[in-house]
């Protein structure tokens, strides 16, 4: 068994916060460049070829010394599996396809001024109670995933508490989930396909809230993601989209997100990376967003790093959306710009 982890702590700066364009220093809870997690990894050689694997991962928050995804105990991943030449199944609370296929493709990853800030599922795209499958063959991986229920944690209802348990047995459709991916890679490009739907369920009333607004079984919030990447010249450039229709949204449900960013190794030690972010809302005005990130890491040795980052957004007539991704309560008043400023240290072990 192996444990396993990744601290990161930071403050950041806002600006223009809320009605009254105030300014805001604070250590961001959910993610600095990356989320801070403990856990545990096992395997198990059960011969000829097989192997029963296993994954216990929790997420904190080390600026509070709590625990993440709604206060789960083992929040970002829970399961057990098969492991073999054709691949692995799996059993437990487990990523979507949506989070592997864009790994690669977006460089800037689930960092507090990201694409999370845009769509708060990306960074946050797991499902309870979920079986999965994962093969690697020549470069070309395929990837699915069912959830009987996909989320069981009532966190307000917010992003790591949606407050979907589903596994209902008067409403086959309830708080269902799945997810599939095809990707590809080589030593030097590669591509990703992933979809993601997910299933709302029947509220009872207006104190049983469903996150987004997923109020019935029939209404569904989906997402098509296409994505790639290039190694060019030492440097790694990303791009894609992702593609949302949404039924819990009445005024803006069909959205893309578009993102395009590289990183750059300027010395042995020193990387910088670079995103743009585009939102899209296509059947309404007015909501668009768009964002501007710099980061700068700095290697202390394989697993200290320290780091630097920038974020601008520039939020269209009706849009409030934050820069940052870091915690609740720093959105913008409608209209109005905003930027970010964090500074951390991150150490993995």
């Not at 070829?49 to 105990?73: C, H, N, S, V, Y």
């Not at 592997?100 to 769509?119: C, E, K, Q």
């Not at 997402?223 to 819990?248: E, F, H």
């Not at 991704?325 to 072990?349: E, L, M, Y």
């Amino acid at each position: 068994m192996n444990l396993y982890g990744l601290i990161d702590v930071g403050v950041e700066r806002l600006n223009n916060v809320g009605a009254s364009n105030s300014g805001l220093t604070r250590m961001p809870s959910n993610t600095g460049t990356l989320p801070s997690r403990l856990g545990f990894r096992g395997t198990e050689d059960l011969g000829g070829g097989l192997k029963a694997i296993f994954t216990l991962e929790m997420g904190l928050a080390p600026d509070q010394g709590t625990l993440g995804q709604g206060g789960r105990g083992f929040g970002r991943q829970s399961f057990i599996g098969l492991q073999g030449p054709w691949g692995t199944v799996s059993a437990g609370r487990q990523y979507s396809m949506l989070f592997y296929s864009m790994l690669d493709a977006d460089v800037i990853g689930p960092a507090v001024y990201a694409a999370g800030s845009l769509d708060s599922y990306i960074p946050n795209a797991r499902a309870d109670n979920s079986l999965s499958y994962r093969g690697t063959f020549s470069g070309l991986t395929l990837g699915a995933e069912y959830s009987f229920g996909r989320d069981t944690v009532n966190a307000g209802p917010s992003p790591v508490g949606t407050n979907c348990a589903g596994e209902s047995a008067s409403d086959s459709k309830a708080c269902r989930q799945w997810s599939a991916m095809v990707k590809y890679d080589s030593p030097v490009w590669g591509a990703a396909v992933a979809y993601d739907r997910q299933n709302g369920r029947n509220t009872a009333g207006a104190t049983d809230v469903v996150f987004g607004n997923l109020n019935t079984s029939a209404k569904t919030d989906s997402r098509l993601s296409v994505n790639g990447y290039v190694k060019l010249a030492g440097a790694k450039i990303g791009a894609g989209v992702v593609r949302r229709d949404n039924d819990g949204d009445a005024t803006k449900p069909r959205s893309d997100l578009w993102f395009v960013g590289a990183s750059y190794p300027l010395t042995s030690n020193l990387t910088l990376d670079g995103q743009y972010l585009r939102i899209d809302y296509r059947s309404v005005n007015d909501f668009d967003s768009q964002m501007l990130v710099a980061r700068l890491s700095y290697a202390l040795s394989k697993r200290t790093s320290l780091y630097s980052q920038l974020g601008h957004i520039r939020n269209d007539r009706l849009a409030a959306v934050s820069v940052s991704g870091g915690a609740a309560g720093s959105n913008p008043a409608a209209g109005k710009s905003q930027t970010g400023f964090n500074i951390g240290v991150r150490h993995a072990f």
